[in-house]
């Protein structure tokens, strides 16, 4: 299993991320609303995604200069689907509204579930154009596409985007992805909500309702990713794990994965694991301090050993070395090709900045001083480097 990075903060970390052993990036594209879709000029049509391009190509290329590769995770802005789904809806609904008048109940739902499912994948359509050219534009510098990481949080999506939605959608990535490069790998997008298999099992086997002649999905939808790609944040430190142990949490990975590794080997392609997102909230004693107090003040019983605000459990950091060490260990035997560490450094520097359990997941706390899972990491990505897809 590699070591990568979810994203890059600082440009002058470069020499040390070669120096540390990173093997992989994650970086992102957003593909935003550009106006009405008719009567776009082609020329203006994708100057929003031009510019990414030409940034995420000159950066893949200084990163294979350093012998890392990138993962781009391709995302729309949630507008898309909030504002232009309705639109296709709506005009549906109203095709079809002296039928539903005097449809029976049962109709109506088909009806109701149909004209939704066909507002999807004019979607769809109109987005794999988009997708074909961003992976045509660099094939030639980057072979590893995600489709919408997190897709299910409501703060990434803005709860625009449905599990059964995002199932049809990623069979539209990676048509288009290999239409443009067969060489290439799709990732599903992680999800980082969920402690359990529920949303893997709507990837490869989801509940496929008969709408007329015609079912929800398409045939084969196990098969429409390359790499069963996690977010597995909360399976560690997720709300109501406060007083897991170092072993409980390992015992859960193992249930969870080994039930995944069934579910891909019964209805998907037997994809291997990686993450282009994991880390463990961290915290040290001042931090500690200052929740203890607050913990006091509230009349709450005070856990020194697992708390964070607001209701995110996290890991004193002088546990971490043996928390990443376990957890490294356990994923890659399991057989993960890639995991990318969620944080290089800290985003936030003390208690009174603790808006979101992210901020503080880094190798580095914001001042730079490495904590002990560093060392942990660091030595795992030496001892794996160039590992991946062999």
Same mark, same amino acid.
């Given at each position: 299993?590699?070591?990568?990075?979810?994203?890059?903060?600082? /440009?002058?970390?470069?020499? =040390?991320?070669?120096?540390?052993?990173?093997?992989? /990036?994650?970086?992102?594209?957003?593909? &935003? *609303?550009?106006?009405?879709?008719?009567?776009?000029?082609?020329?203006?049509?994708?100057?929003?995604?031009?510019?990414?391009?030409?940034?995420?190509?000159?950066?893949? =290329?200084?990163? @294979?200069?350093?012998?890392?590769?990138?993962?781009?995770?391709?995302?729309?802005?949630?507008?898309?689907?909030?504002?232009? +789904?309705?639109?296709?809806? &709506? &005009?549906?609904?109203?095709?079809?509204?002296?039928?539903?008048?005097? !449809?029976?109940?049962?109709?109506?739902?088909?009806?109701?579930?149909? +004209?939704?499912?066909?507002?999807? +994948?004019?979607?769809?359509?109109?987005?794999?154009?988009?997708?074909?050219?961003?992976?045509?534009?660099?094939?030639? /510098?980057?072979?590893?596409?995600?489709?919408?990481?997190? @897709?299910?949080?409501?703060?990434?999506?803005?709860?625009?985007?449905?599990?059964?939605?995002?199932?049809?959608?990623?069979?539209?990535?990676?048509?288009?992805?290999?239409?443009?490069?067969?060489? !290439?790998?799709?990732?599903?997008?992680?999800?980082?909500?969920?402690?359990?298999? @529920?949303?893997?099992?709507?990837?490869?086997?989801? *509940?496929?309702?008969?709408?007329?002649?015609?079912?929800?999905?398409?045939?084969?939808?196990?098969?429409?990713?390359?790499?069963?790609?996690?977010?597995?944040?909360?399976?560690?430190?997720?709300?109501?794990?406060?007083?897991?142990?170092?072993?409980?949490?390992?015992?859960?990975?193992?249930?969870?994965?080994?039930?995944?590794?069934?579910?891909?080997? =019964?209805?998907?392609?037997?994809?291997?694991?990686?993450?282009?997102?994991?880390?463990?909230?961290?915290?040290?004693?001042?931090?500690?301090?200052?929740? =203890? !107090?607050?913990?006091?003040?509230?009349?709450?019983?005070?856990?020194?050993?697992?708390?964070?605000?607001?209701?995110?459990?996290?890991?004193?950091?002088? @546990?971490?070395?043996?928390?990443?060490?376990? $957890?490294?260990?356990?994923?890659?035997?399991?057989?993960?090709?890639?995991?990318?560490?969620?944080?290089?450094?800290?985003?936030?520097?003390?208690?009174?900045?603790?808006?979101?359990?992210?901020?503080?997941?880094?190798?580095?706390?914001?001042?730079?001083? &490495?904590?002990? $899972?560093?060392?942990?990491?660091?030595?795992?990505?030496?001892?794996?480097?160039?590992?991946?897809?062999?």
């Amino acid at each position: 299993m590699e070591i990568g990075l979810n994203g890059i903060s600082h /440009v002058d970390q470069m020499d =040390e991320m070669e120096d540390f052993g990173i093997g992989w /990036v994650k970086q992102s594209l957003e593909i &935003k *609303p550009a106006g009405e879709d008719e009567g776009r000029n082609p020329a203006s049509r994708h100057e929003d995604i031009d510019i990414q391009v030409r940034h995420l190509s000159q950066q893949a =290329e200084d990163l @294979h200069g350093r012998g890392m590769r990138m993962v781009i995770d391709v995302r729309t802005d949630p507008r898309i689907f909030v504002e232009r +789904t309705p639109v296709h809806l &709506k &005009k549906l609904q109203a095709e079809r509204a002296e039928e539903f008048k005097t !449809a029976t109940e049962s109709r109506k739902h088909e009806i109701a579930v149909e +004209t939704a499912r066909i507002a999807t +994948t004019t979607l769809a359509d109109l987005l794999g154009e988009e997708i074909y050219y961003i992976v045509d534009q660099l094939k030639d /510098v980057i072979k590893d596409w995600e489709w919408w990481g997190e @897709h299910t949080c409501p703060i990434v999506s803005l709860g625009s985007l449905p599990q059964t939605d995002y199932t049809l959608l990623l069979g539209m990535f990676n048509h288009a992805v290999k239409q443009a490069d067969p060489e !290439a790998r799709t990732w599903n997008g992680g999800d980082g909500v969920s402690s359990t298999t @529920h949303w893997l099992n709507f990837l490869v086997n989801p *509940p496929s309702p008969r709408i007329g002649q015609h079912t929800w999905y398409p045939g084969g939808v196990g098969e429409h990713f390359d790499v069963c790609n996690w977010h597995h944040y909360k399976i560690t430190m997720g709300p109501g794990n406060e007083d897991y142990g170092l072993s409980e949490v390992i015992d859960r990975y193992d249930e969870v994965f080994a039930e995944s590794r069934r579910l891909l080997k =019964e209805y998907g392609t037997d994809q291997p694991f990686a993450s282009t997102e994991w880390g463990i909230t961290m915290v040290d004693d001042e931090v500690l301090d200052y929740l =203890e !107090a607050l913990q006091r003040k509230k009349g709450q019983t005070v856990r020194r050993s697992y708390t964070y605000s607001p209701g995110w459990p996290a890991l004193p950091e002088n @546990h971490s070395a043996e928390w990443f060490g376990a $957890c490294l260990d356990c994923f890659d035997g399991h057989g993960f090709e890639v995991l990318c560490i969620h944080e290089w450094q800290d985003k936030a520097g003390g208690p009174r900045d603790m808006n979101h359990w992210g901020a503080f997941c880094g190798l580095k706390d914001i001042g730079g001083n &490495k904590r002990p $899972c560093y060392y942990v990491v660091r030595d795992f990505a030496r001892a794996n480097y160039g590992t991946a897809f062999n």
